[in-house]
Nanobody, 124 residues
Framework: VQLQASGGGLVQAGGSLRLACVVSGRTSSSVAMGWFRRAPGLEREFVASISRSGAGTYHEDSVKGRFTISRDDIKNTLYLQMNSLKPEDTAVYYC??????????????????WGQGTQVTVSS
């Protein structure tokens, strides 16, 4: 499985971005997926995940109500819609896929495929 993330950029606080992650090598409907992020000097942290079926989603508390994870298995693409962005959302965002679990994971060890990351910078 190869994952290609895109959609990052520079945005002012309060703005929006939509990240996309294209899955290749197998159909996206065969994997659970998620987004993680790493801010400078900090550990990688969980952002959101979606089950293999797409029926279940799980968002980390600090992004709940602002970010929405979704998937389009016809396009083999995972999305993260980010609204009301804050400077503390600045990080490199990574998409991840798992054929270890079917439901929503939140630990990096539950995901065995990773994309290259896309930078999101939110200015105040």
């Amino acid at each position: 499985v190869q994952l290609q993330a895109s959609g990052g950029g520079l945005v002012q606080a309060g703005g929006s971005l939509r990240l996309a992650c294209v899955v290749s090598g197998r159909t996206s409907s065969s994997v659970a997926m998620g987004w993680f992020r790493r801010a400078p000097g900090l550990e990688r942290e969980f952002v959101a995940s979606i089950s293999r079926s797409g029926a279940g989603t799980y968002h980390e508390d600090s992004v709940k109500g602002r970010f929405t994870i979704s998937r389009d298995d016809i396009k083999n693409t995972l999305y993260l819609q980010m609204n009301s962005l804050k400077p503390e959302d600045t990080a490199v965002y990574y998409c991840a896929a798992s054929d270890i679990i079917d439901l929503c994971g939140s630990l990096p060890t539950q995901f065995n495929y990773w994309g290259q990351g896309t930078q999101v910078t939110v200015s105040s």
